[in-house]
């Protein structure tokens, strides 16, 4: 069933939407958060995320949740070089990257201080299971995919989501800046479930079940 609700939420009411299912609640939960328009992009005329989350109360509300919630947030190399990414307070950020070298956006994060950890594929593309077992090793299994898209589309093809989280702003970006999901990634095995739908300040904040479906 779909639960529909409004905010503003106080943090408490936050971490009951956006409690962890309790037959799940001890083990790996992956969650991957984003933001979208309504044509699907994931940025906007700036060409990063920042001119769509720029003035969204329940966005801003919802991502910081997320990280407080999980043991370890994880980003695409592009992602950390696109959006400036900064240490995160109290939360370790793994990188995941083909290069074998951490990027020198991966050893400022470093120097900034906060726990940053790259994960390299030495030259190739890195599997959402091997992300994950690498997560495991260090004893995180509360885990945030905040994208970007090409990360994220490995991790869909993978069927290694548990549920997404998604803000949805009532605008059309056009032009070609990346979709949420690259138009090269296809996941016919994928089935979503929203469990629920909360508006707040005019954006609509869905939370989905991804399942594994028989198609
Ligand atoms: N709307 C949102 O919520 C949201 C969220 C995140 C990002 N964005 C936007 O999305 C855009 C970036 O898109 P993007 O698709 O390029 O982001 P991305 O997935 O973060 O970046 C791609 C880069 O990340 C690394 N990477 C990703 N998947 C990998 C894998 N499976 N194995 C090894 N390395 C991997 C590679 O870095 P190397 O080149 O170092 O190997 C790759 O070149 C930006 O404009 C950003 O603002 C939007």
Redesign the pocket.
């Known amino acids: 069933m779909t639960r529909t609700g409004s905010g503003p939420l106080s943090p408490d009411d936050l971490a009951a939407w956006y409690a962890v299912p309790p037959d799940r609640a001890d083990g790996t939960w992956v969650r991957a958060?984003?933001?979208?328009t309504l044509d699907g992009?994931?940025?906007g005329p700036d060409?990063?995320?920042?001119s769509?989350?720029a003035g969204s109360e329940g966005d801003h509300a919802v991502f910081e949740h997320l990280r407080d919630w999980a043991d370890v947030v994880v980003?695409?190399?592009?992602?950390?070089?696109?959006?400036r990414y900064g240490a995160l307070q109290g939360t370790p950020l793994a990188?995941?990257?083909?290069?074998p070298e951490p990027?020198r956006s991966v050893l400022e994060l470093q120097a900034g201080g906060g726990e940053v950890v790259l994960?390299?594929?030495h030259g190739?593309?890195?599997?959402?299971a091997q992300?994950l077992a690498a997560l495991h090793q260090r004893g995180w299994h509360r885990i945030v995919v905040?994208?970007?898209?090409?990360?994220?589309?490995?991790?869909l093809q993978e069927c290694l989501v548990d549920e997404l989280c998604?803000?949805v702003r009532p605008v059309l970006a056009g032009g070609d800046?990346?979709f949420?999901v690259?138009t090269t990634v296809t996941f016919g095995r994928l089935v979503g479930e929203p469990t629920h739908l909360l508006t707040w300040a005019g954006d609509v904040l869905v939370r989905t079940r991804l399942r594994q479906g028989t198609a």
Request: glycine content about 16%; proline content about 8%; overall charge positive.
């Open positions: 958060s984003f933001i979208t992009r994931a940025t060409d990063v995320s920042g769509l989350n980003v695409g190399a592009g992602t950390v070089r696109k959006e990188v995941v990257s083909t290069r990027p994960i390299s594929g190739d593309r890195v599997s959402a992300v905040e994208g970007g898209p090409t990360l994220f589309g490995t991790w998604v803000t800046g990346p949420l690259p």
